[in-house]
């Protein structure tokens, strides 16, 4: 779970980063669509319901 207090975009880097993910999908604008998308307001709004918003997405 992300608990940092760092930016969602820079936590979301770090994770791609530990998993090995393709610097091009590391820096992708996905994140941000998805986030505006999402009409985020916190970290908390964003991660509940998200398979479901993911899939919407």
Do not use: C
């Amino acid at each position: 779970m992300i608990t940092d207090k760092k930016p969602i975009i820079q936590q979301m880097r770090e994770i791609m980063q530990r998993m090995h993910y393709a610097y091009k999908t590391e820096n992708s604008d996905w994140v941000k669509r998805f986030i505006k998308f999402s009409q985020m307001r916190s970290k908390d709004e964003l991660l509940e319901g998200a398979e479901g918003k993911v899939g919407v997405f």
